[in-house]
């Protein structure tokens, strides 16, 4: 028997989400509930969907509800996400408010699928930013422990939504005609065609940003680290798709460059990361792709790329002198892929290995 599986929400997350399920060929059972706050006909992953209004009848009879709506108190999960589950389905929820509610899952499949105990059916999935540098650092504080975490990342546009998207589009065209730049504040503060904005989501009274401070709080309760220093810088980058970390490292004891490789590139330590790691003299780095030694390292591009688009690509891996046991890498995902829908199918894929889901 399949699942009778809900979507709400069909921006660039929803329609990855709807991508994901036929990739992994997930048994559904009759249609695909496909829901947005207006019915229309809309083609989703090359496939023409009637979206339906959202409305609690929907909900009735689904096994899984994906939820890849707005976020906030109209957001889609803070109206409907209860609606779901009392109806007995479970919900995996891509937006941002209830990750750090104490009760509520907060899940990386490769990291601590064991949080979910079925007690609250109602399981978040992290920010973009934090599912892919908490699927590059827990082989290695596994091995070693990590002390101490400072990141800075390159987001691209669509981390903002399909508007952001379109936004940024128009930018790009309007720079290359010649034409004045008109950024909408309401998604970016500052035109962000051939500029970069150290600015995501809002200032808060620190200084920090949300956004920064959703990959120190999400980290911690995803690892089960409640205490460990992480510091985050994000910045928002001129391009369509993919994010892009570099991730300093202080451990608990040294880590060879090569260690940390052997560590990196073994699938059963380190699920989801691909390493991209040149040069490829090194008997134990991976080239995973013919290039000039000096350019093996992964880039946004590459996360476009069939092969590595659900993956985790970690290169630029090297010890860092500066500090005592330190170890800087460059980590690279689909921000709508593994920073979102694929994070969330395969959310449902391992509650069914477990028995929970089906
Ligand atoms: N983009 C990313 O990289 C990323 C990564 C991780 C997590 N997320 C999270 O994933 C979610 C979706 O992201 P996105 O980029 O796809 O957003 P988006 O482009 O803004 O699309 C949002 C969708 O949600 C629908 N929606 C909004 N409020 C709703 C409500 N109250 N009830 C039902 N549907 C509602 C909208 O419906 P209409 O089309 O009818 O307006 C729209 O289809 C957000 O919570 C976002 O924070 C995004």
């Known amino acids: 028997m ?57 909900f009735e009879g689904l096994d899984v509800v994906f939820f890849a709506g707005r976020e906030g108190a109209k957001g889609a999960s803070v109206e409907w996400g209860k609606v779901a589950t009392d109806a007995g389905a479970w919900v995996v929820d891509n937006g941002g408010d209830f990750r750090m509610e104490p009760g509520y899952p907060l899940i990386v499949p490769e990291v601590n699928m064991d ?19 908490a699927v590059a650092i827990a082989p290695i504080h596994r091995a ?15 981390g ?35 500029d970069c904005l150290p600015h995501i989501d809002r200032f808060l009274d620190t200084g920090y940003t949300k956004e920064e401070m959703k990959m120190v709080h999400e980290t911690r309760k995803i690892m089960g680290v409640p205490d460990m220093p992480i510091t985050a810088t994000a910045v928002r980058v001129p391009v369509l798709i993919g994010h892009s970390e570099s991730i300093n490292l202080e451990l608990d004891a040294p880590l060879s460059r090569e260690d940390a490789l052997a560590i990196l590139s073994d699938e059963e330590q380190a699920p989801g990361v691909v390493v991209v790691d040149g040069p490829s003299k090194d ?13 093996q390292y992964p880039t ?59």
């Open 160 to 194: 903002w939504g399909l508007a952001a998207m379109d936004q940024f589009e128009e930018e790009i065209k309007a720079c290359a005609a010649g034409d004045e730049v008109n950024c909408d504040p309401s998604i970016f503060a500052r035109a962000i065609a051939h």
């Open 144 to 158: 070693v422990g990590i002390k101490r975490v400072v990141v800075s990342t390159y987001q691209a546009t669509s």
């Open 115 to 133: 949080a979910v105990t079925g007690e609250n059916k109602h399981i978040c999935s992290p920010n973009c930013s934090t599912i892919q540098m």
């Open 300 to 358: 946004q591009a590459d996360v476009l790329r069939d092969e590595y688009k659900d993956a985790v690509l970690v290169g630029r891996v090297r010890e860092d002198p500066s500090v005592e046991n330190g170890l800087n890498m460059w980590c690279v995902a689909d921000n709508l892929r593994k920073g979102a829908a694929t994070n969330t199918v395969q959310i449902a894929q391992a509650l069914m290995q477990r028995g929970m889901l089906g």
């Open 2 to 58: 399949g699942l009778r599986i809900g979507v709400v929400g069909v921006g660039p997350v929803g329609d990855r989400i709807i991508r994901c399920i036929r990739e992994q060929n997930i048994p559904v059972e009759g249609e695909l509930v496909v829901i947005a706050t207006r019915e229309r006909t809309e083609i989703l992953a090359d496939e023409e969907f009637l979206v339906r209004e959202v409305g609690p009848e929907l």
């Open 283 to 295: 008997p134990l780095a991976i080239s995973v792709r013919e290039a000039p030694e000096e350019l």
